[in-house]
């Protein structure tokens, strides 16, 4: 396995990830979790960001794989 991304960096990419939304990069709420292991085999994310905007509301999901790419967004 390669060397993953840490949980401060996985923070740090989900925050320069504007709200699918309105656009906007502020957020009220921001939680990055381990990925369970089906999200892991399925699509190689080891990071989840959940993600509440400071402006609309809408809460988001981010997943990133070890490399800090984003996979998901939901």
């Known amino acids: 396995m390669s060397t993953s991304i840490s949980r401060e960096r996985a923070g740090r990419i989900a925050r320069g990830h504007g709200c699918e939304t309105c656009g906007e990069y502020t957020y009220k709420k921001l939680v990055v979790k381990p990925a369970p292991d089906s999200i ?19 809460e988001q999901e981010l997943g990133l794989d070890a490399d800090g790419d984003v996979v998901f967004v939901s």
Request: aromatic residues 6%; charged residues 20%.
């Open 40 to 58: 892991r085999d399925e699509l190689s994310a080891i990071w989840i960001a959940t993600m509440l905007c400071g402006v609309c509301g809408r």
